[in-house]
């Protein structure tokens, strides 16, 4: 295996082979069925490798690297054919030296065997084609004209959306659409990501003048993070959904984010904790709607008809139903008593977390809202990042329910103090 810590693992397209890169400066080949090792690279990078991919219809054979050296390496592995493990540096099939700064993160375009995308601190982000050539001279060198830039950010990150972008965007990722690749999305070290259209782009440039940013389809931010300005605050690593649908943000101390790519608004912000075992299991959620009838739509497509059949099928599923909703009831007691007691803030978190995601249909309006109050205020008291915020979400829904109710407005004024100090 790798000497040093690992940076960057993918999967080939059919997932039965898996590559690495880490500090070692080597690629790792592993075969998924037989969990072995197939090959071991000495890339001849000089600095940490952060990215690696697989080129995609190329039968496995093409694999390229970014690196803390500043460079971008592609390898052909059926070239390594009966050679050892660590026989060695393996010579590059091609290498792009054009990058100033560490690159962070490579895309490839599913069908696309013949180009590679690059994302660097240095705030651009480059378009390598393998048919153009299949090297480039080092960066700052007299020669270089290399005309491969897409994006140029070095005057793009922005404090908040309203501010005009004046600095680098030292971009930490990229990811290129798989059902609509003319789609790109980049993140830096600000708040936003971004949303490109390829097919709006300017022709591929050089270096040697900065650009002006160009015109992003949208910007991907959680609103309460919109208008921090925080210089710690950036973006770790951005993607797509498999259906190209939805965004995903991680970010540097802070949540990941799940965001919809059609709707970008503050209502279609998902978080999640898969930390916790579960408790309980309920059957699956498409659209975080239950994937089964309720209990009125039991009585009436069952006991109506007066099949008795029909009939013990209804009652099966109401006792399931009733078993449901007890559970729920036996969750929030919990969830009430960690409350009470401020212990295992977060396991009863994740508590009331089943009861408010995995039934959402059948607990009734009145115990779904006493689990929204009883989470706020589990929130407000484990007062992580943004937690107040959550605290807020969940106050306003249980208003929603019942807009008298003082647990709600009293837990929404002090998650609102927590928000504003």
């Known amino acids: 295996g790798h000497q040093s810590c690992v940076n960057a693992i993918a999967w080939n397209s059919s997932g039965t082979l898996l590559i690495s890169g880490s500090d070692d400066a080597r690629i790792n080949i592993w075969g998924y069925s037989g969990r072995k090792l197939l090959h071991s690279i000495e890339t001849g990078h000089s600095a940490n490798i952060f990215c690696t991919k697989f080129i995609p219809e190329t039968s496995d054979e093409l694999v390229v690297s970014g690196a803390g050296d500043a460079e971008v390496r592609l390898f052909n592995l059926s070239r390594l054919n009966g050679r050892g493990l660590h026989d060695g540096a393996a010579t590059p099939s091609a290498l792009y030296q054009c990058h100033t700064r560490r690159v962070k993160k490579l895309a490839v375009e599913v069908g696309n065997p013949n180009v590679v995308w690059s994302a660097s601190e240095d705030g651009t982000l480059r378009q390598h084609d393998f048919r153009e050539g299949t090297s480039c001279p080092p960066a700052g060198s007299s020669q270089q004209e290399c005309r491969n830039v897409l994006l140029d950010l070095r005057c793009g990150a922005k404090r908040s959306l309203a501010d005009p972008p004046k600095h680098t965007l030292a971009l930490k990722s990229c990811d290129i659409s798989s059902t609509r690749p003319h789609l790109l999305l980049v993140g830096g070290n600000d708040a936003f990501a971004r949303l490109y259209d390829r097919r709006m782009l300017p022709p591929l440039t050089s270096c040697r003048k900065r650009m002006s940013p160009p015109t992003c389809v949208n910007y991907f931010c959680p609103m309460h993070l919109s208008d921090r300005g925080r210089s710690s605050l950036h973006l770790t690593h951005v993607t797509f959904s498999p259906n190209g649908e939805e965004v995903l943000l991680s970010y540097s101390g802070e949540h990941v984010y799940l965001m919809d790519i059609n709707h970008a608004s503050g209502s279609v912000m998902q978080y999640s904790s898969g930390d916790v075992s579960e408790l309980m299991t309920f ?24 099949s008795n059949t029909a009939a013990r099928v209804c009652i099966f599923y109401v006792l399931v139903l009733v078993l449901q909703v007890e559970k729920c009831r036996m969750l ?3 969830a009430k008593r960690s409350l009470e007691e401020r212990t295992n803030i977060f396991h009863a978190i994740e508590a009331c977390n089943e009861v408010l995601d995995g039934n959402n249909g059948d607990i009734g ?12 205020a589990l929130l407000l ?3 992580w990042k943004n937690d107040a915020h959550m605290a807020v979400r969940d106050c306003h829904d249980a208003r929603r329910i019942d807009n008298s109710s003082f647990r709600a407005h009293y837990c929404m004024a002090e998650a609102l103090e927590q928000v504003i100090c």
């Open 283 to 306: 059957t699956p959620v498409p659209n975080r709607r239950e994937h089964q009838p309720s209990v009125s739509s039991f009585f009436q497509n069952g006991l109506q008809k007066r």
């Open 332 to 334: 929030v007691e919990i």
């Open 365 to 376: 309006p009145s115990l779904r809202h006493e689990c929204l109050c009883t989470r706020a």
């Open 381 to 383: 008291q484990r007062k």
